[in-house]
């Protein structure tokens, strides 16, 4: 019994699809795995493939290290297929990613057709950046596209405006110029909305305010006017007026006027009338 069983550890190191001379090289001390997700099988193995090589190239690691180091950076399913593959038929790095390609060729979403950016445009009320974000999504789903043709596509999925007009009057040199000139136009463009809106805001936050002030004033209970002393209409008594004696009345009241001379007056009318 004891002859027959083997320990797990023996039976995954004697299963490496690995060559002898892969296996027999001696790791540095110092070596450290790249920081990288692990790849499951599932997603763009492509762009795993690529983040795995350029980091190790950058860490100038030999041949035998990049194959052995593969292993730890697959999980699930894909790490059962490396584990897999026949003993010993790795003999390097280049033939463990050509299985590894071909393996996962079903995994690469098919490229659109040129076509397709004819279909893209502009929508009524979509703000330039807003756009420029879904048009660069768009435009990379496409493998191949020359540089001239990509601009005019661009170009003509603008809607009628100020940017589309400087782009047809004064055409960029390259698709990479008008691309930056559109993110300067939809930055501008996004600022001037928050500014708008900050403008909108304060003064509507200013009435508000004035309006909110009005609605949080206490309510006061009219009470019943009450008047104070000193505004009350003075009313006096009625006092009838005291009956002086008759006597007492002929010495207060002033005495009477000297009687007219009439000769006199006849005197004075007569001289009057002379002189005239």
């Given at each position: 019994?004891?002859?027959?069983?083997?320990?797990?550890?023996?039976?995954?190191?004697?299963?490496?699809?690995?060559?002898?001379?892969?296996?027999?090289?001696?790791?540095?001390?110092?070596?450290?795995?790249?920081?990288?997700?692990?790849?499951?099988?599932?997603?763009?193995?492509?762009?795993?493939?690529?983040?795995?090589?350029?980091?190790?190239?950058?860490?100038?690691?030999?041949?035998?290290?990049?194959?052995?180091?593969?292993?730890?950076?697959?999980?699930?399913?894909?790490?059962?297929?490396?584990?897999?593959?026949?003993?010993?038929?790795?003999?390097?790095?280049?033939?463990?990613?050509?299985?590894?390609?071909?393996?996962?060729?079903?995994?690469?979403?098919?490229?659109?057709?040129?076509?397709?950016?004819?279909?893209?445009?502009?929508?009524?009320?979509?703000?330039?950046?807003?756009?420029?974000?879904?048009?660069?999504?768009e435009i990379q789903?496409?493998?191949?596209?020359?540089?001239?043709?990509?601009?005019?596509f661009f170009i003509?999925?603008?809607?009628?405006?100020?940017?589309?007009?400087?782009?047809?009057?004064?055409?960029?040199?390259?698709?990479?110029?008008?691309?930056?000139?559109?993110?300067?136009?939809?930055?501008?463009?996004?600022?001037?909305?928050?500014?708008?809106?900050?403008?909108?805001?304060?003064?509507?936050?200013?009435?508000?305010?004035?309006?909110?002030?009005?609605?949080?004033?206490?309510?006061?209970?009219?009470?019943?006017?009450?008047?104070?002393?000193y505004d009350r209409?003075?009313?006096?008594?009625?006092?009838?007026?005291?009956?002086?004696?008759?006597?007492?009345?002929?010495?207060?009241?002033?005495?009477?006027?000297?009687?007219?001379?009439?000769?006199?007056?006849?005197?004075?009318?007569?001289?009057?009338?002379?002189?005239?």
């Amino acid at each position: 019994m004891e002859g027959k069983a083997k320990s797990p550890g023996r039976t995954l190191l004697t299963a490496l699809p690995f060559s002898d001379e892969v296996m027999a090289f001696k790791i540095p001390g110092d070596f450290k795995f790249p920081e990288q997700a692990t790849f499951d099988g599932t997603g763009d193995h492509r762009e795993h493939l690529l983040s795995y090589q350029a980091k190790m190239q950058v860490l100038g690691v030999r041949d035998p290290v990049m194959c052995r180091a593969f292993l730890p950076m697959l999980k699930g399913p894909a790490q059962r297929w490396l584990v897999a593959q026949p003993p010993g038929s790795i003999r390097s790095f280049e033939e463990l990613a050509d299985r590894f390609m071909s393996h996962y060729a079903a995994n690469i979403k098919p490229q659109k057709d040129l076509t397709h950016l004819g279909d893209i445009h502009q929508d009524e009320g979509e703000s330039l950046k807003t756009y420029l974000a879904r048009w660069q999504k768009e435009i990379q789903s496409i493998e191949e596209v020359e540089d001239q043709t990509a601009l005019t596509f661009f170009i003509e999925s603008l809607r009628s405006g100020q940017l589309y007009r400087d782009l047809r009057d004064n055409r960029s040199a390259t698709y990479a110029e008008a691309i930056h000139m559109a993110n300067k136009r939809a930055n501008t463009e996004q600022a001037m909305k928050h500014k708008r809106q900050r403008e909108v805001g304060g003064s509507a936050g200013g009435k508000r305010t004035r309006a909110e002030t009005k609605e949080r004033r206490p309510d006061v209970t009219r009470r019943p006017e009450v008047r104070r002393p000193y505004d009350r209409p003075a009313v006096h008594p009625y006092r009838p007026a005291p009956e002086w004696p008759m006597h007492e009345i002929q010495a207060v009241a002033p005495p009477p006027p000297p009687p007219i001379d009439d000769r006199a007056t006849s005197e004075e009318t007569a001289q009057k009338n002379a002189f005239t």
